[in-house]
């Protein structure tokens, strides 16, 4: 198996995009206060069952991504032929495979997201998808997801759905208050735990996370449930072999305050062609604002 990112299919967006949108209402949720008061203090919090109905619908999507990676954009396998299972990931598919388009479009996604971020509108970055079959036991690096990103800005948030029931102690955990420690931590590579080659002063090494820390969240999954983390919040899980197979689908969202930001390093997804500076706002034919919905004011900004 080749591991690293293959990336197969080109990532391109729908040409009839605006249409696409506004054939479509997402519904708005009521999020409680206090919950999102939990997200905003430590970066991570978990909403259970929230998307259970589209449990069965984005599973079937990310079958056919597993059938057949190359035909998906930015297919990547992390576990190497002498090690055991497999870890696989896939992103920026959600124009590809039509059950994650309808969830981007019509679930409450974009109304929590906007909600979590305490931002007016939530503009959709991209999917991810995450695969770990039974017997794997290679561990997801300690990271945060925002240097790995062509963005900056602090209102942020990634729904990431568990697909299958999660053990707490396979599940990703999350080293609470982190995404306001000031650091920026060098993206890693999934498949060998390196950190990219940058020559980025404002990053420095991501530190390992002792089990025995006394400020993680580890929560157990169910399917349907969702962990909603911000961007720079520490994340990464221990090596203890999964038992049975674990997915997840993951949907990344930006706020008001995110804006393009030219990386000194490669990002990830490796979107280097979007014609923008530092600062532009991320284009929306691209990246569509998804809240509000055209039912109650449509994309504006
Ligand atoms: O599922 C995993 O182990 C990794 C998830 C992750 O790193 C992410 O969603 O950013």
């Not at 062509?150 to 990431?160: A, M, N």
């Not at 930001?261 to 990830?268: I, K, V, Y």
Request: contains cysteine; glycine residues 6%.
């Amino acid at each position: 198996m080749t591991v690293g990112n293959t990336a197969a299919k080109h990532w391109h967006p729908i040409k009839n995009l605006d249409e696409v949108i506004r054939s479509a209402d997402r519904p708005a949720i009521d999020v409680n206060a206090s919950v999102v008061e939990d997200f905003q203090r430590d970066g991570v919090v978990l909403i259970p069952d929230i998307f259970k109905r589209w449990v069965p619908d984005l599973s079937a999507g990310l079958q056919r991504n597993l059938d057949d990676p190359q035909s998906f954009a930015f297919p990547c396998d992390s576990v190497g032929d002498k090690e055991t299972g497999r870890f696989f990931d896939s992103y920026c598919n959600w124009q590809l495979i039509s059950e994650y388009c309808d969830f981007v479009l019509s679930s409450p996604a974009a109304s929590l997201a906007s909600q979590l971020m305490r931002s007016t509108t939530a503009q959709l970055f991209h999917d991810h998808a995450f695969v770990k079959e039974r017997g794997t036991q290679k561990a997801t690096p300690w990271h945060h997801d925002l240097p790995y990103y062509c963005i900056d800005g602090f209102q942020t948030v990634s729904l990431y759905i568990a697909l299958d029931p999660i053990p707490a102690q396979t599940a990703v955990r999350f080293l609470k208050g982190s995404h306001r420690n000031g650091h920026l931590y060098a993206p890693r590579n999934f498949a060998s735990g390196a950190e990219y080659s940058h020559n980025d002063p404002s990053l420095c090494s991501a530190p390992h996370v002792e089990e025995s820390a006394s400020d993680l969240f580890i929560e157990a999954l169910q399917p349907g449930d969702a962990l909603c983390f911000d961007f720079r919040t520490l994340h990464g899980t221990t090596d203890e072999p999964i038992q049975e197979r674990r997915r997840a689908f993951s949907t990344r969202w930006m706020g008001d305050d995110v804006r393009y930001l030219e990386r000194l390093s490669e990002t990830s997804p490796p979107l280097n062609d979007l014609g923008l500076t530092t600062g532009d706002l991320m284009r929306t034919d691209l990246f569509p604002i998804l809240w509000p919905t055209s039912d109650n004011g449509g994309a504006r900004r």
